[in-house]
């Protein structure tokens, strides 16, 4: 496995892999892998010829009272993992090589980001949307391949790719759980003790309401108020949103169609955690 630090050496990589004729998939990450990374690089592997995956602690889109200075970073045992998935190149950027000056571009997809994440943590998506655009024209992928467990990320990045004519396909992959339901997270070692027995909440809210839905409960107010009411009984957790959107516009639903994604974030002792459910109804 190549590991890449700088730019300028990923370039050369790229324009070899060009002459070559040869695929890449990438799968971006802020490293501190898990399972929920390592079945994106396994989907990667399966649509191109090489896969290539960054790790990259992106500070623009941490807010000033987020976890940037502490989010885990655990470069070496990463590189390990990946080198046993077959992983070609991995590119690990200092702050300094994708940000020489604070940057000067906004890139913002307001409908999109006006809900949900994007209503807690002003600018987390404009961070987001400004280092994928810029790790897709570093490290030029065919594709590029995202987790379901962060949707309206993945569902902003679709839409830059298609209204900037970006050449990547984008793939989104099913979110990986822990045993229990609790979606796989970078954030979950900040979890203790009972606290981590507690974050099995926001999987079993989201699924009491995808019950209710499939018994013909349609309202989506009454549906947010499902995952609101399982959450608030788990004492450890406190809620920051319960929502029942449309799945491409992210719009709240009064009414649920055919498809609905069920979304949840809520502080358990002091980690913030998100999951979603896409729900199709029968
Ligand atoms: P992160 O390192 O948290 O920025 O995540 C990097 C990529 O992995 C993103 O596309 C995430 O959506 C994806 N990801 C994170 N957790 C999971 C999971 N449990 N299952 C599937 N994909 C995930």
């Known amino acids: 496995m190549i590991v890449a630090t700088t730019i300028r050496a990923v370039r050369a990589r790229r324009q070899e892999l060009d002459r070559l004729g040869r695929r890449v998939a990438l799968v971006p990450t802020m490293g501190a892998l898990h399972e929920g990374h390592l079945s994106l690089v396994r989907e990667a592997a399966r649509r191109a010829d090489e896969v290539w995956v960054s790790i990259f602690v992106n500070p623009t889109q941490f807010g000033p009272n987020e976890d940037f200075d502490r989010y885990p970073r655990q470069l070496e045992r990463d590189r390990e993992l990946l080198e046993a998935e077959g992983v070609a190149l991995l590119f690990a950027p200092t702050t300094k090589e994708m940000y020489p000056k604070p940057p000067s571009v906004l890139l913002d997809v307001p409908q999109l980001t006006a809900g949900l994440c994007g209503a807690h943590r002003p600018g987390h998506f404009r961070g987001v949307a400004l ?99 399982h959450v608030a009984s788990e004492p450890a957790a406190r809620l920051q949103y319960a929502a029942a959107v449309h799945p491409d516009t992210l719009e709240p639903l009064e009414t649920v169609g055919d498809r609905v994604v069920l979304a949840v974030a809520a502080f358990v002792g002091g980690v913030r955690l998100i999951d979603n459910l896409v729900v199709e109804v029968p």
């Open 131 to 229: 280092v994928v655009v810029k790790l897709f024209n570093i490290l030029r992928p065919e594709v590029a391949v995202f987790g379901a467990k962060d949707y309206q990320q993945a569902t902003v990045i679709k839409r830059l790719v298609e209204e900037l004519d970006l050449p990547v396909e984008v793939v989104v992959a099913p979110t990986v759980r822990e045993a229990d339901g609790l979606a796989m997270s970078s954030r979950n070692a900040y979890l203790h003790g009972p606290d981590r027995q507690a974050a099995a909440i926001l999987q079993a809210a989201l699924r009491a309401a995808a019950a209710a839905l499939v018994a013909g409960e349609r309202r989506g107010q009454v549906l947010e108020g499902i995952v609101a009411a």
